[in-house]
């Protein structure tokens, strides 16, 4: 017992004799002017933290560069073989954020494959569009969008084949797709009978467990929103879906949709798929911020440049850009979708035609424009393509841009552009503003007295 009483009261000695020597410690350190705390920067790291890609570095998402040697995959050998030794940590640029006010986290730059599964000037060949969805995922990306409207069925069944073959974890990547409808397709409007199928038919051409987002592509307007998110809920309910969203929705249709939804206890949409470049800023800018903040609706954008619809050279940029365009009204929107794909270079060319005899050519006005934008990304060290993204990504309402890539060389020098955006500071952004002059602004408010 008294061994025990001398043990205790030497312990709490020397535990009072260390206390002693810390503060005197922390005391001399500060009167001691030479010694420095270590420095704490605030400013975003120039990489991704590994914390984060630890799912994707993992034992089962590894990178599985060997490929079995056969003639067919030679090609796909040869594009992953130079990309190996540099692509073991993700890209300089990539961030993860949650995709509107839900907790899915993704990388704030996605793989849009219109381009890359043989649709609107993409290849047909499945080694390359294989090279490039691996090139996309071992750089850090993990969002893989999907649009039977742009390349068919052909696409799923594809994206199903390659993630087969790489065997990825299947927590590493997000998967949307979308549910497409016009009033040329066969299963017309979005009742709850189309939707039901859609959804089943793209389980099984992906060959996936669930599919981590449906869109709906264009609201009905035939259709009762009831119905749409009743059957929305119905299938994320039974476990095919994890998350829905809308493409091309109105805001006050996705109000309408966030309404029925808590009327009816139904899981929200939690994000919009939208066009965003340049040239096209009210939605994006103007009314996509105030959904978030009010629903928790997050921004997923896209533009023809991002997706590789235009080229990086000035002048085959321009013509491409402005012949892909829909020129609606006065203040063309440069809004084109994928149904009117087939009409766009007719009315593209006859706008060109009327704007030689018009006193202000829109054509021309949006030319000068996109010539100084070209011209300043070449004071730049970049593409114009380039820029654009960069441009895109400086606006923190986007939680994703969807980049697009017919080949590993297309896909790599957008991913380069994520390096740009530290370059564009107030006063360049000002210097884009004063070229493109096109900033959007909310009407003023009018009192109902003043209209009286």
């Not at 995922?137 to 199903?160: M, P, R, T, W």
């Not at 706008?351 to 006005?365: G, I, M, N, V």
């Amino acid at each position: 017992m008294s061994q025990l009483m001398l043990y205790n009261l030497g312990h709490a000695s020397n535990a009072g004799n260390d206390t002693n020597n810390n503060a005197n410690t922390n005391s001399s350190m500060e009167d001691d002017e030479s010694y420095a705390l270590p420095t704490i920067y605030r400013c975003r790291a120039p990489i991704a933290s590994l914390d984060c890609m630890e799912e994707f570095n993992g034992v089962e998402s590894g990178v599985h560069c060997n490929v079995s040697t056969g003639t067919k995959e030679q090609l796909l050998t040869s594009c992953i073989s130079s990309q190996s030794q540099r692509l073991q940590h993700p890209s300089p640029g990539i961030r993860y954020r949650n995709l509107g006010k839900s907790g899915l986290r993704v990388s704030n730059v996605g793989l849009g494959t219109w381009t890359t599964f043989g649709g609107v000037g993409g290849s047909n060949n499945e080694e390359t569009a294989e090279a490039v969805v691996t090139l996309a995922y071992d750089s850090g990306i993990n969002v893989f969008d999907l649009s039977e409207a742009h390349s068919g069925h052909k696409a799923e069944i594809q994206l199903g084949r390659i993630l087969s073959r790489r065997n990825w974890n299947r927590s590493s990547y997000v998967v949307t797709t979308k549910i497409y409808w016009n009033t040329k397709t066969e299963g017309r409007g979005l009742s709850r009978k189309h939707i039901i199928e859609s959804v089943q038919a793209s389980l099984a051409r992906l060959q996936l467990p669930y599919i981590d987002i449906v869109m709906i592509h264009k609201a009905d307007p035939m259709c009762p929103m009831e119905e749409i998110v009743r059957a929305m809920n119905y299938v994320i309910g039974k476990g095919w879906v994890m998350y829905w969203g809308t493409s091309r929705w109105t805001p006050v249709e996705i109000m309408e949709a966030y309404s029925n939804c808590r009327q009816f206890n139904c899981v929200t949409p939690i994000v919009e798929q939208a066009e965003y470049h340049l040239f096209y800023r009210d939605k994006p800018e103007l009314y996509m911020p105030e959904l978030y903040n009010k629903i928790g609706v997050g921004l997923m954008a896209w533009s023809t440049i991002t997706i590789g619809m235009s080229s990086s050279k000035p002048e085959e940029g321009m013509s491409s850009l402005l012949s892909r365009s829909s020129y609606k009204n006065k203040y063309s929107s440069f809004s084109w979708t994928e149904d009117e794909t087939q009409s766009l270079y007719k009315e593209g060319s006859d706008c060109k035609e009327k704007s030689t005899t018009d006193e202000e050519p829109p054509a021309r006005k949006y030319s000068d424009k996109l010539r100084d934008v070209c011209a300043l990304a070449e004071r730049l060290g970049c593409s114009f393509a380039q820029l654009a993204i960069a441009w895109t990504l400086k606006n923190d309402s986007v939680q994703c841009l969807l980049l697009g890539a017919s080949s590993i060389e297309q896909l790599y020098e957008s991913l380069q552009s994520l390096q740009l955006i530290p370059k564009l500071n107030t006063t360049m952004m000002t210097e884009i503003e004063r070229i493109l002059e096109n900033k959007p602004s909310r009407p003023p408010m009018v009192s109902t007295l003043a209209l009286r």
